[in-house]
T-cell receptor, first 109, second 116 residues
Framework: GQNIDQPTEMTATEGAIVQINCTYQ??????LFWYQQHAGEAPTFLSY??LDGLEEKGRFSSFLSRSKGYSYLLLKELQMKDSASYLC??????????WGAGTKLIIKP | NAGVTQTPKFQVLKTGQSMTLQCAQD?????MSWYRQDPGMGLRLIHY???????DQGEVPNGYNVSRLKKQNFLLGLESAAPSQTSVYFC???????????????FGPGTRLTVL
């Protein structure tokens, strides 16, 4: 079967750095997405990786290793507004998105 | 440019009732989809469409039907609601390149449905 694993919840301190991991086992791979979802709101797009390596976008970076079935989202200089759930999703060989359950990130002052 | 809109935002149904959730997008996207989101689970695809008049089943289609008569609208119907269909429903749209969904999906604000 297809599986996406992420930690359920993480806690970090304002101003710090946090890394949210995602491991996947899917039938084929056509890219990996990270989305942010604030409580009670819709998911919004953060990043897309299809090649190995690090993609940096402001305070957020996303890393992919296809051989290891692994990705992480790195958030720097954490702000209170970064408190949200972070969803990892993989595009499989049929171009269907398989979603992880999400990681709830709690930021403390 | 409203993006993706959904109506209603909230709905309470009794078991056995029927209803239609509406989704509209003004971005001229070919691909549209309906997801449900339950606590502790990832988003699960119910049905999707790659163009007007073309729909297909996702991961959890049972108990739902869809209609896409126009490119900008995608409707999700519950024929006979059950408590197991209590969930948050998201509509999403995406442009397509070379016939494949490779881009980010844009989500509507969601419909919170409770079936008693």
């Amino acid at each position: 079967g297809q599986n996406i694993d992420q930690p359920t919840e993480m806690t970090a301190t304002e101003g710090a750095i946090v890394q949210i991991n995602c491991t996947y086992q899917t039938s084929g791979f056509n890219g990996l997405f990270w989305y942010q979802q604030h409580a009670g709101e819709a998911p919004t797009f953060l990043s897309y990786n299809v090649l190995d390596g690090l993609e940096e976008k402001g305070r957020f970076s996303s890393f992919l290793s296809r051989s290891k079935g692994y990705s992480y989202l790195l958030l720097k200089e954490l702000q209170m507004k970064d408190s949200a759930s972070y969803l990892c999703a993989v595009l499989d060989s049929n171009y269907q998105l398989i979603w992880g359950a999400g990681t709830k990130l709690i930021i403390k002052p | 440019n409203a993006g993706v809109t959904q109506t209603p935002k909230f709905q309470v149904l009794k078991t056995g009732q029927s209803m239609t959730l509406q989704c509209a997008q003004d971005m001229n996207h070919e691909y549209m989809s309906w997801y449900r989101q339950d606590p502790g689970m990832g988003l699960r695809l119910i049905h999707y469409s790659v163009g007007a008049g073309i729909t297909d089943q996702g991961e959890v289609p049972n108990g739902y039907n869809v209609s896409r008569l126009k490119k900008q609208n995608f409707l999700l119907g519950l024929e006979s609601a059950a408590p197991s269909q209590t969930s948050v429903y998201f509509c999403a749209s995406s442009p397509m390149r070379a016939g494949e969904v490779v881009n980010e999906q844009f989500f509507g604000p969601g419909t919170r449905l409770t079936v008693l």
